[in-house]
């Protein structure tokens, strides 16, 4: 796994590194993100090609204080978001699909459904709701830290693929503490 940026945190810079090494290899984000909001971790998973990317962004929430989201796009058997959710395998399992979607974003113009991903055999100590859908024949992962930062998803969320949009990521906050994961 690549991590475009050192100790001292990302940056706008860093992250235009981790869209080159993206290769097109999808990066999404919320959009827009709300006041407040910052992107404050980014990474690549990449052989001969890119296999996983993700994107964190931190902020606060009127209900839950800190927030962090991680949001993950993977190849099938990758782990990345997996690893992320704290979990022992490396898809989501058979619950993605069963039954009524617990959430949904919007990817462009497609509504992707979201189910939520089981924990419970995971350590307790890792306070989080993890969901995941297919969008595009790739795994999408969103970690929502704390767990009941999950009550933010009731409302309309856009995820954008930012690895082709331009001038406009200067607008983009970068910084603030790394999440743990």
Do not use: K, N
Request: charged share 20%.
């Amino acid at each position: 796994m690549w991590r475009p940026h050192d100790e001292s945190g990302v940056s706008y810079d860093g992250f235009t590194l981790h869209l080159d090494a993206a290769d097109g290899f999808p990066t999404y984000v919320p959009w827009p993100m709300s006041p407040g909001w910052a992107v404050t971790d980014f990474a690549v998973v990449a052989g001969d090609r890119p296999w996983a990317t993700l994107t964190c962004v931190s902020g606060t929430s009127e209900l839950d204080g800190p927030v962090d989201v991680l949001v993950v796009a993977e190849e099938p058997g990758t782990g990345l978001g997996s690893r992320c959710a704290g979990i022992d395998r490396s898809d989501p399992g058979r619950e993605v699909g069963e039954g009524q979607p617990a959430a949904r974003v919007r990817i462009g113009s497609q509504s992707v459904p979201l189910w939520v991903v089981s924990t419970s055999s995971s350590d307790d100590r890792f306070d989080r709701s993890v969901f995941a859908g297919e969008a595009d024949g790739r795994w999408l992962w969103l970690v929502l830290r704390p767990a009941s930062a999950m009550l933010l998803l009731r409302d309309d969320w856009i995820l954008r693929d930012v690895s082709s949009v331009g001038p406009q990521l200067v607008e983009m906050a970068f910084g603030g503490p790394r999440p743990v994961w």
